[in-house]
């Protein structure tokens, strides 16, 4: 496992053995299982697979809640260091950090999520020369509850040398409502290997005794603004049409409101109807079990369930939110419907499903656009000319 930063710390094994001349470390709030740990394990795959000395830094070891997924990174031979024990944007973690840079002399450091550029930031300061990059994976604004904390961020991302913004829908965000130059915000939309999901590896459907009937799923943490009550409001007027229909819902329930889902689902007596499944690790085969994948959210910056699910070859209804309309296709891979509407997301889910060959077609193409669009090698070698840019700055000496 991951090890703590001690005072003076040692330099990782592949430091040492120096093999690559682009060291970059990666610093995160914690490897427990999201969107953003997600993509940066693929990155790091990507990564290393092109010969870049890469290092995980995470500002704590544990979080009350989640699946851990820090394996995943030790397997492809990623050290990870954990600045700190526990959770908290801490002084302590600002000078760990600044420790951590002096002994490894990375190239380049790269941040993901608002705390880790917050601390990368204050212990850049103290590393003459060094280039910082932050990835922006979300729109932080009005469903973000650490949104007071905005104008300091604004500061923070405008010293960064760049910014990588997870899809358009960022950018726009960041140049509009932040006012951040967009010359200097690239847009580097999330990558998956698609491969990885060319079959399942278990049959849900029978293990869950759901092998007859339709299946509607969604997968996101269990949160307000993931939009679940919206779906499974949606529900009575789904089984007017189809009887036997069931939903899962997959996802973490980091914030305590898997109980406000359970009240809503008991008021609408659906309880033989809709399934809180909790965290899937073998997402693959969850994907599978589905005939229809939902995605109710009222904000993304990207939205990287929705392209597993294309890439699985289900359809895709979900709302218009942020990043949600840079990946489904209106009409070709998917619906789209109207923030916040449970008639909505229902009319569009019993259109669908009454037309089973349109679902298979939606499907293939949705497989389709995620190899074209959204494959990891392409993300990798994106950010590769990102850090190259930046890389070359700092070679020129530029301020």
């Not at 009350?64 to 990174?73: D, H, K, L, Q, S």
């Not at 294309?310 to 209106?330: D, K, Q, Y």
């Amino acid at each position: 496992m991951g090890k703590l930063a001690a005072p003076w710390g040692s330099r990782s094994r592949k430091s040492r053995e120096g093999r690559s001349t682009t060291k970059v470390l990666h610093l995160i709030k914690t490897l427990y299982a999201g969107g953003a740990e997600i993509h940066l394990l693929t990155l790091c795959r990507g990564l290393r697979e092109r010969a870049v000395d890469v290092t995980v830094a995470t500002l704590c070891r544990r979080i009350p809640a989640g699946e851990p997924i820090e394996e995943r990174f030790e397997d492809l031979g990623v050290p990870v260091i954990h600045l700190q024990e526990h959770p908290g944007l801490s002084l302590a973690a600002s000078c760990a950090l600044a420790r951590l840079l002096l002994l490894e002399q990375p190239t380049l450091l790269h941040t993901h999520l608002p705390r880790a550029d917050v601390v990368g930031a204050l212990a850049g300061a103290l590393a003459p020369g060094l280039r910082r990059i932050s990835s922006i994976h979300d729109i932080y604004s009005v469903h973000w509850a650490g949104r007071r904390a905005l104008p300091l961020l604004d500061r923070v991302w405008r010293r960064a040398d760049r910014l990588i913004a997870a899809s358009e829908a960022v950018r726009d965000w960041l140049a509009v409502d932040r006012r951040i130059p967009r010359e200097r915000i690239d847009v580097v939309r999330y990558g998956i290997e698609a491969a990885r999901f060319a079959r399942p590896s278990r049959d849900l459907r029978r293990e869950w005794g759901l092998d007859k009937g339709i299946v509607i799923g969604s997968a996101a943490r269990l949160e307000p603004r993931k939009g679940h009550e919206d779906l499974i409001r949606a529900i009575p007027a789904i089984l007017a049409a189809f009887p036997g229909a069931v939903l899962l819902i997959a996802g973490h329930d980091l914030e305590g409101y898997r109980p406000t889902l359970e009240r809503l689902i008991g008021s609408l007596s659906l309880q033989e109807h809709v399934r809180l499944v909790g965290f899937q690790r073998d997402i693959v085969s969850f994907l599978y079990a589905l005939d229809l994948f939902v995605f109710a959210s009222r904000s993304e910056g990207f939205g990287q369930i929705v392209i597993e699910a294309m890439a699985s070859g289900r359809p895709v209804v979900a709302a218009r939110a942020g990043a949600i309309r840079e990946l489904v296709v209106e009409g070709e891979t998917g619906l789209l419907v109207d923030l916040a509407s449970p008639a909505a997301i229902a009319g569009a889910v019993i259109s669908l499903l009454g037309q089973p060959s349109r679902m298979r077609t939606m499907g293939l193409r949705g497989v389709d656009r995620v190899r074209r669009r959204f494959d990891a090698a392409r993300m990798t070698a994106e950010i590769l000319d990102v850090y190259n840019d930046v890389a070359c700055l700092s070679r020129r000496g530029s301020p």
